[in-house]
């Protein structure tokens, strides 16, 4: 038996991040009372693991790009049992809505296939959501994110052999010019403190084994459950109009009667 008819929203952070990241919209949703928990995903978080030369200052960088990963073999399904274990505790207390940001929204999807039983809403705030056959054909819509030629130039070469991409964000603290390109990608609306405090946050590795055709909407599963795209009309680093394709594509892959998306924002 339900406890009480307030949602707990459970949330999923994106790439290179962790729970940390949600720690400003937990404490506003607190003040309305709402109850949240945001998750670390596995490999990410404290107590993950992440390399020690990342850390360091000055940073080596030889050293940095031969640590072990915390993600090497983290698959979509380990973050899908993750999550499922925390549905499963949370659920006994009241409704759960599933909330993921940018590269989270692959969980999100996949755990929504699995479970929608345990779901009661699944919210995509500007999160890559995936409709058949979108994982292997090329999208037909002009990215122009910002954050692509941003990430290239702090990638550590020399970590695919463990199968993950290894991002340096400390390195932006010491160039200025790599710092502005950063935040006009990532965070272009927030003050150089708070970036600087989002770059120690954010975590060097994530595995792109996540991106794979369990992340991929499935009508008989993912479409049982309402969902809501939060549309970001001035995000750069997955821009409007790919935030507008996904909508169109969940659309027009919706089986009729099926809980159709519920664009917002603007």
């Known amino acids: 038996m339900r406890t009480t008819a307030l949602p707990t929203f459970v949330f999923v952070h994106g790439g290179s991040s962790n729970a940390r990241a949600w720690g400003p919209l937990q404490n506003e949703l607190a003040l309305h009372g709402h109850r949240s928990y945001a998750v670390d995903l596995p490999g990410h978080g404290d107590r993950a693991g992440q390399p020690a030369a990342y850390y360091r200052q000055p940073q080596d960088l030889t050293a940095l790009a031969a640590a072990p990963s915390s993600m090497r073999g983290i698959t979509l399904r380990d973050n899908v049992r993750h999550v499922v274990d925390v549905l499963h505790r949370l659920a006994p207390s009241g409704p759960v809505v599933l909330v993921g940001n940018s ?24 999160a890559v959501c995936l409709s058949d056959p979108m994982v292997t054909e090329e999208w037909d819509v002009l990215d122009d994110n910002l954050l692509d030629a941003a990430a290239a130039r702090i990638t550590v070469p020399d970590t695919a052999a463990q199968g993950v991409v290894r991002l340096n964000w400390r390195a932006a603290h010491t160039d200025p010019v790599l710092f502005a390109q950063l935040k006009g990608a990532v965070m272009a609306d927030s003050s150089d403190h708070q970036f600087r405090v989002l770059l120690d946050s954010m975590d060097p590795d994530e595995n792109s084994a996540v991106l794979e055709e369990g992340a991929v ?29 996904m909508i169109r594509e969940w659309i027009t892959s919706a089986p009729a009667g099926a809980s159709g998306p519920e664009p917002t924002g603007g």
């Open 103 to 126: 590269f989270g929204g692959l969980t999100v999807t996949a755990v929504a296939n699995a479970v929608p039983e345990l779901l009661d809403r699944t919210v995509y705030l500007s």
């Open 217 to 245: 909407a499935r009508a008989a599963r993912w479409g049982t459950v309402p969902h809501t795209f939060v549309r970001l009309g001035e995000e750069l680093s997955i821009p409007p109009a790919v935030q507008d394709y």
